[in-house]
């Protein structure tokens, strides 16, 4: 593996023991490279690799991607370039598992776009990401899409180049409609109503229990949204507001067309003037799915109910 060009290699596994084997041998040679080093992964997973290095940890920055990964949106800009991005003039090593048995049907479809949108993010970039799959708790598609959105796969037996790569293909086939719901409270805004908007998702938020700085999330991810749609959505556009499988949705469609596949992914320096709507949006909600062609795109983000 060569610490000069970028490399995201999908890590096959089966069992803890070959899971914590590859992962803390990954770690191990970085460290021992003096490579900065990051391990994003789910809650148990963290624990093993944590345990494993033992006073090793201490080097490595944990993350545990339950938390950090909630939205996968959230991740480039949040978790991998955010590291990244501190370490500009060396070769960074990162785990990222972004992909669980525990993930729901409603966020693979942005789990794969997102691991596919990896391979341009960090093009030219001194960075390796290793991205662990489960091989006995993932769906054997989610192993076969692994294959298209990784360039280079390894398992315990060794590494190879992946004859299905095809990042694109990923990102288009899953963005498709979103379908629709069964019931929900509808509105058309402009300029002149925008607030109503707002207000909409607040009190929905509101009743369903959410505390006040969540309250204000929705709110401003709501605004955000808004205001892409009269900025670059054709002036107007509709908001409907739902409740699913315990999670508040808030939907905002127009007839704008998304055409940059990394909008609302990289990170924006603060000291930059121009929009950074469909950043906050993904930093804020705890799932995000696109749906966008020619003269039509639907934004729906998702935030979790508050346990009563």
């Known amino acids: 593996m060569l610490a000069d060009l970028f490399t995201h290699p999908a ?7 070959e899971y914590v084997a590859a ?3 990954f770690v191990r040679e970085g460290l021992a490279a003096g490579e900065p080093v990051a391990v994003a992964v789910p809650g148990r997973n963290l624990a093993l690799i944590e345990k494993e290095l033992g006073p090793q940890a201490e080097r490595v920055l944990l993350l545990d991607m339950t938390e950090a990964g909630r939205n996968p949106g959230r991740i480039i800009p949040g978790v991998l370039r955010e590291f990244a991005d501190r370490h500009p003039d060396e070769h960074v090593r990162i785990i990222g598992e972004p992909i669980w048995p525990g993930r729901t049907k409603a966020e693979y479809p942005a789990c794969a776009q997102h ?6 993010a960090f093009t030219g970039r001194h960075v390796t990401i290793l991205c662990p799959y489960d091989l006995e708790g993932l769906d054997p598609e989610v192993i076969h899409e692994a294959a298209i959105t990784h360039p280079v796969l390894r398992d315990g037996s060794g590494e190879w180049v992946s004859d299905h790569y095809a990042p694109q293909r990923v990102v288009d086939e899953h963005n498709g409609p979103l379908g629709e719901p069964a019931d929900c409270a509808a509105l058309h805004f402009d300029r002149t109503n925008l607030a109503d908007v707002r207000t909409l998702a607040a009190d929905r938020a509101t009743e369903l229990g959410f505390g006040s700085v969540r309250v204000d999330d929705v709110r401003l ?9 009269l900025d670059h959505g054709g002036g107007s556009g509709q908001i409907r507001i739902w ?17 940059d596949p990394l909008a609302g992914r990289n990170p924006v320096d603060p000291r930059v003037a121009g929009s950074r709507g469909l ?3 993904n930093l804020l909600s705890d799932l995000v799915r696109v749906h966008t062609q020619a003269g039509a795109t639907v934004i729906r983000t998702y935030f ?3 346990t009563r």
Do not use: K
């Open 23 to 25: 992962t803390t041998g």
């Open 243 to 259: 409740t699913e499988d315990d999670r508040l949705v808030c939907e905002v469609s127009d007839s704008g067309h998304i055409t």
């Open 115 to 120: 691991e596919a949108l990896i391979n341009y």
């Open 11 to 17: 890590l096959f596994y089966r069992g803890d023991r």
């Open 304 to 306: 979790d109910v508050p």
């Open 279 to 281: 950043l906050i949006v």
């Open 221 to 229: 991810v709501v605004a955000e949204l808004g205001a892409n749609s």
